[in-house]
C-alpha cells in the first residue's frame, strides 16, 4: 500500500524518520543517550580490525561505516564490494571480525563473501532488513535495520538505517575500546536521537525546491556528483541513485580527484552537484568548486546554513539544509539526494519502483 504516495519509494522517503527512530530505540538509549552494548557474539575491544562487504548501495553505507569505524573506534576498516571482496583472495586473521550488508539478506556475492570469512575463521556480523534471510542465518550476529518492507528496488529508507545502526555500533564500539568518555557518548547519542525529528523538517523543507530543481536536472545527460569524508561515499549514492531510476548518466567522485581526470569533462552540459556541509573538509571542497565555476560548469549545491553563508559561488541552486553534528549528516543529506533522484525520474516518466534491467534482490552472482 502507497498510502497517498505516488511511489513505494516515495512512500519509503518519507518513512525514514519513523523508521530510523526505531531502528535507533533498538541500539542506543534515547532518553539515557547512551549506546546498547554491541552484540555479545562481536568482542569489538579485542578486534584488530574489521572487513566490510556489500554490494551497490549497501556497499556504499559500508564505506560512510568505514569512516566512522576508524574514527569513532579506531578500526582498521578493510572494504570492498562482495564479487571483487569473494575473489580477492585476502589475507584475513581471526583477530578481525567481517560485517555484510544486505537490505534483502540473499544478495548472492555478499553470501558468497561471509561463507569466505567464515571458512577463515571471523566473527561474522550481518547488518539486514530481512531478519529470516540466509546472510541473518549464517552469521554470528544479527544487526536488524528495522526498516519495514523495502518494496521500490532503488534503496532509500533500508540506506540511512544501515547508516543509523553503524553509526550506533561505531560509538559502541569505541565506547568498548576505551576512546569515547561517557560525555562523549552522550553528545554522540543525543544527536543521533535529534535526527528524527531534523530529517522531518528537512523534508518538508525542500520538497518544493527538489521538485523544480529535477525539471532542471532531467535536461541533462550527464551529472557529476563531489564529496569528501563521509560525503564521498553520499556522492557515489547520489549519482548510482539518479543513475538507476532516471536513466541519467551520472558520476560520484571523492571532490579531491577532480583534478585527476573528470575536470576535463567539466563544461556547461554537466551540472556538478556538490554535497558539502560546514565540515572539516569544506574549504577544501569549495575550492573544487572553485574549479568547477572557473571552467563555466553549473553548480548544485547541497550545503547547510553556515556553508551556505560562507560561501560566495554562484550556483545553478544551493539547497540549505540546517546545521547538524557530523555524525549525522550523511543521513541528512542523504535526502535531497534520494528526492532529487526521484523527481527528476517522475518528470521523466520511467518507472521507478521498477526500473529497467534491475532486480530488487540479487541471487545470482
Ligand atoms: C540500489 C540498490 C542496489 C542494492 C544492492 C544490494 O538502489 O538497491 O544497489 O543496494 O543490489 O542489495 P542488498 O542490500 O539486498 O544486498
Redesign the pocket.
Known sequence: DKGNHRHFMEKEIYEQPEVISHALSHYVDLADHTVRPADVAIDFKALRGLAIS?????YLAGLVGKYWFERYARLPVEIDVASEFRYREMPLSVDQAALFI???GE?AD?LASLRYCKDAGLKIGAIVNVKESTIAREADAVFPILAGPEIG???TK?FTCQLAVMASLAVAAGKARGLISAEDEKDLVRHLAEMPRIMSKVLNLIQPQMESLSRELSRFKDVLYLGRGTSYPLALEGA??LK?ISYIHAEGYAAGELKHGPIALIDENMPVIVIAPHDRFFDKTVSNMQEVAARGGKIIFITDEKGAASSKLETMATIVLPNVAEIIAPMVFSLPIQLLAYHTAVFMGTDVDQPRNLAK??TVE
Not at 556489500?54 to 549497501?58: R, S
Open positions: 556489500a554490494c551497490g548501495t549497501a544486505s537490505q534483502s544478495t555478499t528496488v532503488a534503496s533500508a548510482l541513485k538507476e534482490s540479487v
